[in-house]
Each structure stands twice: as C-alpha cells, then as structure tokens.
C-alpha cells in the first residue's frame, strides 16, 4: 500500500491514508508530503478524495471503509490499482508464499543500480534505498505479486517467478490444493512468449504454464539455474550461477552477496537470471549484487558477527517453512552457536492451521520463547493461543512470555543459556510479521547493556 502511495505521490496527487498505529514508515510518509490518519471514524477521515485505494487487510467493518462505500465514493482494491498501472508495461512479477519479497527486491535492485532502470513496487523496504517504490524513464515494472485474496491473478506478467506453493491463507483458499491451483492460474495470465521461473522440485510444477519455462535450486544440478563453488565468506556468500543447460548454458562467476541465509542464495538465483534473460552484462549483474544490502526484516542485523559473541537478526518469517529456512541459514552461517529463537505467530487462523508446522520449526532451535498472536485483521478464534504450538513442540527449552517481560528479562535468558550450554556464542533471532520489530531496539539495549 505505501508503494502505491508513493507511486501516486510522485505523479503530484495529493495522498492520504489510515493506519491502525503510527511506524517508522508512516512517519517516512508524512514526511513525504502524504497525511495519514490514525483514527477510523468518519470524522477524522477526509471527505475530498477522488479515488479510494484499500487491502483486504481492512477489515470488512472498518469504520472509514465503511464510510466510503456507503457514500458514493469510488473504492478499489490495491491489485486494481496494479492492474491499471501494470496493463501496458513490460512486467516482472513475482510470486509464493514465501520468498516473494526479497526476489522482487532483488531483481528491482539490479536492474535500477546497473542503469537498466524499472519501476518497483515492493512489499518491503530496500535497506540500499530506504524504500520500496522507485520509479524509472524505462517501462519496465517489477511487482510484487500477491497470492492473498487471489490479487496476483490480475497481473500480466511477462516474466514469472513462483518461488513457492506452500499452505497459506486458508482462510481464503480453504485447502492446500486450492493455494496449490491459484499459482498455477497465476501462471496462465503469463504473456505469449513470456518466462516462468519457478522452485525446482515444486508440487505439481507440471502443471506451470508458460512458452519459457527454467526452474532453480540452490544446490540440485538437475535445477536448469543452479550455484556451484559456494564459499561462506565474512557473513556473507561468494558463488557462480549456472544458467540454463547444454549449448545454451551461460556460467556468470565471482558473485557477491553480503546477506545471511543459504535460503536467500537461493532467492538470488531468479534475480539474477531475469536479468540475464534481459541481457544485463555480467559485470553489471556482479557489481550490483556485491552492492545489495538486502531488505528490512529478512535476515536483518541488528548486532553484526565480529561486534562480540551474540549475533542478533530479525526476519520478517511467519510460516514455517519459512522459520525452517530462516534456521537453517542462521545455523549454515554460524556453526558452534547455540541458537534462540523468539517467535510472534500471526494470525488466529494460521496458528491453527499451521501450529504442527510451526512446532516442529520451533524445535529447530536451542531455545524458542513465543509470543502471544498478533491479531492483524482477525478477532480471537476460541482455543487459539501461542500455548497450542508450545504444547505441541518437543525441545525441553520453551517458553510462552509476553513483550514486557521479555524485554525485562532477556539479558538473564541469554546468560541462563551461555551457563547452562557452556557456549557464550550465541544466535538470537526475532521474528514474525507483527509488531515485534517495534521491541527490537529494547530488546537490543537489554542484551548489551543489561
């Protein structure tokens, strides 16, 4: 939504908008020149505004949303307003329950630093640009396709990427299978003569639709986009990209990247590849990859390896598989921490879809403390907590805590677990899509300063 705020910004409408509570990327956009509200009722809300733009986030019952509907007001979706600005351009989109966001951020990035230049519209904050919509002369528009609501299915991309078909909003889908049919619907609103690059190994990527069709693995050589020479290198990684098979096989080498998660290598690959297929020059693609700094909240530092023995990162994951990548690359990086997990599970109805999965990324770890559920958009569902994942997970070293006392007490978990495992070195790592980010700067001071 704040892309497309700042999209219309750009062009001189006049913005305004609402938001439950006040964040560091309101107040970025007041500070842009846009007004934004805090409060839902009718009489705070302006009254002179041409065009309506909402997430299906909002609530059905929104006090404004309501307001607007009920008094002739044009009211459109925010994919409705991706269609309309997408529906001439050259567009990359980019989709899957998880990985979406750094790929599209990725892929916008290297084509804006290597001077190709595209218009981004992105559903998290390049940490390079402090933003997560740039616009450029070239009509090219990245996009960040969104599968919840089925919004993706209004796109026309000339180059797809699927990155994943996991379980996800069956509160809209209902079953895995349907999640499953939507991507491949998503798929067939490809352009002739357009690309698809998906995850190798995908369930049922037969059916993906496309006339060009590659699909990636960080490791498996069977994958048509692959990595070979991986090196661990200062946090970071240094590797080759293999492109396509046979004849056609293209081998770019030396790249660079300076963000943690083997899962994020990975999420690199179609990136770079679109660019490729775009006839960026190797040297372009290697000098912006060793520029990317990443997004906010995927595999973010907050306290960096080499600064003492605790390394602490925040990552936007909220489902588990996306917990399991987001583990494993934290455990790829720094071999002989010890690891705590601290997790704020998002959504009623995801928890209780997902609580076995969750349970056993959870495990994962050498300590996981969980917080109570962010609600977003939904009211309580009955005998839905954090405690049904706690009671369902197998490590001995689990707790259920709230915001206040762990920010209290976070410094003598941390000493509890250096003395009870015998290792000072360890990993802590904050996610959920929620608002722990906003604890993260005490939670920071507490463990350095006590």
Same mark, same amino acid.
């Given at each position: 939504?704040?892309?497309?705020?700042?999209?219309?910004?750009?062009?001189?409408?006049?913005?305004?908008?609402?938001?439950?509570?006040?964040?560091?990327?309101?107040?970025?956009?007041?500070?842009?020149?846009?007004?934004?509200?805090?409060?839902? @009722?009718?009489?705070?809300?302006?009254?002179?505004?041409?065009?309506?733009?909402? *997430? #299906?986030?909002?609530?059905?019952?929104?006090?404004?949303?309501?307001? !607007?509907? *009920?008094?002739?007001?044009?009211?459109?979706?925010?994919?409705?307003?991706?269609?309309? =600005?997408?529906?001439?351009?050259?567009?990359?989109?980019? &989709?899957?329950?998880?990985?979406? @966001?750094?790929?599209? @951020?990725?892929?916008?990035?290297?084509?804006?630093?290597?001077? !190709?230049?595209?218009?981004?519209?992105?559903?998290?904050?390049?940490?390079?640009?402090?933003?997560?919509?740039?616009?450029?002369?070239?009509?090219?528009?990245?996009?960040?396709?969104?599968? !919840?609501?089925?919004?993706?299915?209004?796109?026309? #991309?000339?180059?797809?990427?699927?990155?994943?078909?996991?379980?996800?909003?069956?509160?809209?889908?209902?079953?895995?299978?349907?999640?499953?049919?939507?991507?491949?619907?998503? *798929?067939?609103?490809?352009?002739?003569?357009?690309?698809?690059?998906?995850?190798?190994?995908?369930?049922?990527? $037969?059916?993906?639709?496309?006339?060009?069709?590659?699909? %990636?693995?960080?490791?498996?050589?069977?994958?048509?986009?692959?990595?070979?020479?991986?090196?661990?290198?200062?946090?970071?990684?240094? %590797?080759?990209?293999?492109?396509?098979?046979?004849?056609?096989?293209?081998?770019?080498?030396?790249?660079?990247?300076?963000?943690?998660?083997?899962?994020?290598?990975?999420?690199?690959? #179609?990136?770079?590849? =679109?660019?490729?297929?775009?006839?960026?020059?190797?040297?372009?693609?290697?000098?912006?990859?060793?520029?990317?700094?990443?997004?906010?909240?995927?595999?973010?530092?907050? +306290?960096?390896?080499?600064?003492?023995?605790?390394?602490?990162?925040?990552? !936007?994951?909220?489902? #588990?598989?996306?917990?399991?990548?987001?583990?494993?690359?934290?455990?790829?990086?720094?071999?002989?921490?010890?690891?705590?997990? +601290?997790?704020?599970?998002?959504?009623?109805?995801?928890?209780?879809?997902?609580?076995?999965?969750?349970?056993?990324?959870?495990?994962? &770890?050498?300590?996981?403390?969980?917080?109570?559920? %962010?609600?977003?958009?939904?009211?309580?569902?009955?005998?839905?907590?954090?405690?049904?994942?706690?009671?369902?997970?197998?490590?001995?070293?689990?707790?259920? +805590?709230?915001?206040?006392?762990?920010?209290?007490?976070?410094?003598?978990?941390?000493?509890?677990?250096?003395? +009870?495992?015998?290792?000072?070195?360890?990993?802590?790592?904050?996610?959920?899509?929620?608002?722990?980010?906003?604890? =993260?700067? $005490?939670?920071?001071?507490?463990?350095?300063?006590?």
């Amino acid at each position: 939504m704040s892309a497309l705020a700042r999209f219309f910004n750009s062009k001189g409408v006049r913005v305004s908008g609402y938001d439950k509570t006040a964040t560091d990327l309101t107040k970025q956009l007041e500070g842009e020149g846009m007004k934004v509200f805090y409060d839902e @009722t009718p009489a705070s809300i302006p009254k002179d505004v041409e065009l309506v733009v909402f *997430t #299906p986030a909002i609530p059905e019952a929104h006090q404004a949303l309501v307001f !607007y509907r *009920t008094n002739g007001y044009q009211v459109v979706k925010r994919s409705d307003v991706l269609q309309i =600005i997408t529906a001439s351009s050259l567009n990359v989109c980019v &989709a899957g329950t998880h990985g979406k @966001t750094t790929i599209s @951020t990725m892929t916008s990035f290297l084509l804006q630093e290597s001077g !190709y230049g595209c218009n981004a519209f992105l559903g998290g904050v390049s940490v390079n640009y402090g933003t997560n919509f740039w616009s450029s002369s070239n009509p090219l528009c990245v996009v960040e396709a969104d599968e !919840y609501d089925r919004s993706f299915h209004k796109l026309s #991309p000339d180059f797809a990427v699927v990155s994943s078909m996991d379980p996800d909003h069956l509160d809209i889908y209902g079953t895995p299978e349907n999640v499953e049919q939507a991507f491949i619907e998503f *798929t067939e609103k490809i352009r002739t003569g357009g690309w698809l690059l998906h995850k190798h190994g995908l369930k049922r990527a $037969a059916e993906l639709k496309a006339d060009h069709v590659m699909s %990636y693995h960080v490791h498996d050589k069977q994958a048509d986009i692959h990595v070979l020479n991986l090196k661990i290198e200062s946090g970071g990684y240094r %590797y080759d990209v293999v492109i396509g098979k046979g004849d056609s096989q293209h081998v770019i080498r030396d790249l660079i990247l300076h963000v943690g998660g083997l899962h994020n290598v990975e999420n690199s690959l #179609p990136a770079i590849a =679109i660019c490729h297929l775009l006839q960026l020059a190797d040297d372009k693609i290697r000098e912006a990859m060793a520029a990317f700094l990443g997004v906010k909240r995927r595999f973010e530092y907050w +306290i960096k390896p080499g600064e003492g023995d605790i390394v602490m990162i925040d990552d !936007y994951a909220h489902h #588990p598989e996306e917990l399991s990548a987001l583990i494993g690359g934290a455990r790829s990086l720094f071999e002989g921490y010890g690891l705590m997990l +601290i997790f704020q599970p998002h959504l009623y109805s995801r928890t209780k879809d997902q609580a076995e999965g969750f349970a056993s990324s959870l495990d994962m &770890a050498d300590m996981s403390i969980l917080l109570p559920i %962010y609600p977003a958009r939904e009211l309580p569902i009955a005998g839905v907590s954090s405690q049904i994942i706690v009671d369902k997970m197998r490590i001995q070293n689990k707790r259920l +805590i709230d915001k206040e006392t762990l920010i209290q007490n976070i410094r003598n978990l941390v000493i509890e677990n250096q003395l +009870i495992s015998g290792n000072n070195r360890w990993v802590i790592i904050t996610a959920g899509a929620g608002d722990i980010d906003a604890m =993260i700067p $005490a939670l920071k001071e507490k463990i350095l300063n006590g």
